[in-house]
């Protein structure tokens, strides 16, 4: 079974600061993909971000990097230059096929 | 073109009723995904289709949850004689991609918010 962590329900950041989301996730399978998304109070869910159990180089998008850390099973969002839209719920994901399992979330607040 | 569209984008229920919520997934798309999101949580998988064919169904939580996609493209999720653990946002998603790959982007629509009285 796979399991996804995330121990930070709630943060709060500066705004123009970096922020970092982390998750933490448990699986035998060697392949496997990891997935950030972000969830405003709109409710709607916006892929981030993606890092595969094979890729070799941390995956970035724009303000977006994927700390990945596969030998602790790590796979840490880090936010940089904070700005006041960031304010949502980030999750973490994994598939290793075709579904995804999410962790509990973390809720981001920017504060001016 | 459009994004995954759901359908209703609220629903009140009452105790006992039967409820169908609607997936209009992105063109072409031939994986479709239903979660289940309680409040305060991540989604948890429901069930999954790849064209017609409901491939996975271990995410219902009984059998008055039920799933179909008959044409492959539009999905109807219905819920029969609602409890209110019932109470959930019902996100659908899709994806171009089939099972066997771990790079599995999936769209997501913006849920139907059910609440049962």
């Known amino acids: 079974a796979q399991k996804i962590t995330q121990t930070q329900p709630g943060m709060f950041v500066q705004e123009k600061e970096a922020v970092t989301l982390d998750c933490t996730y448990d699986?035998?399978?060697?392949?496997?993909?990891l997935f950030w998304y972000k969830q405003p109070s709109s409710g709607e869910m916006i892929f981030l971000i993606y890092?595969?159990?094979?890729?070799?180089q941390n995956a970035t998008e724009g303000r977006y990097s994927l700390n990945f850390q596969k030998a602790r099973k790590s796979a840490n969002l880090v936010i940089s230059a904070s700005q006041l839209g960031d304010s949502a719920m980030y999750f973490c994901?994994?598939?290793?096929?075709?579904?995804?399992?999410f962790g509990a979330g973390t809720t981001v607040t920017v504060r001016a | 073109g459009a994004g995954v569209s759901q359908s209703p984008r609220y629903k009140v229920a009452k105790r006992g009723q039967d409820v169908a919520l609607r997936c209009d997934p992105i063109?072409?798309?031939?994986?479709l995904f239903w979660y289940q999101q309680a409040l305060g949580q991540g989604p948890e998988f429901l069930t999954y289709?790849?064209?017609?064919?409901?491939?996975?169904k271990s995410g219902l939580p009984s059998d008055r949850f039920f799933a179909e996609r008959p044409e492959g493209s539009v999905s109807t999720l219905k819920i029969q004689r609602t409890q209110q653990e019932d109470s959930a946002v019902y996100l659908c998603?899709?994806?171009?991609?089939?099972?066997?790959?771990?790079?599995?982007?999936?769209?997501f629509g913006p849920g139907t918010r059910l609440t049962v009285l």
């Open positions: 998603a899709s994806s171009s991609r089939t099972s066997g790959s771990s790079y599995n982007e999936q769209f």
């Open positions: 699986t035998s399978d060697p392949s496997y993909g």
């Open positions: 890092q595969g159990s094979y890729d070799q």
């Open positions: 994901a994994m598939s290793n096929d075709y579904k995804l399992s």
């Open positions: 063109s072409g798309h031939v994986s």
């Open positions: 289709f790849q064209n017609e064919a409901q491939l996975d």
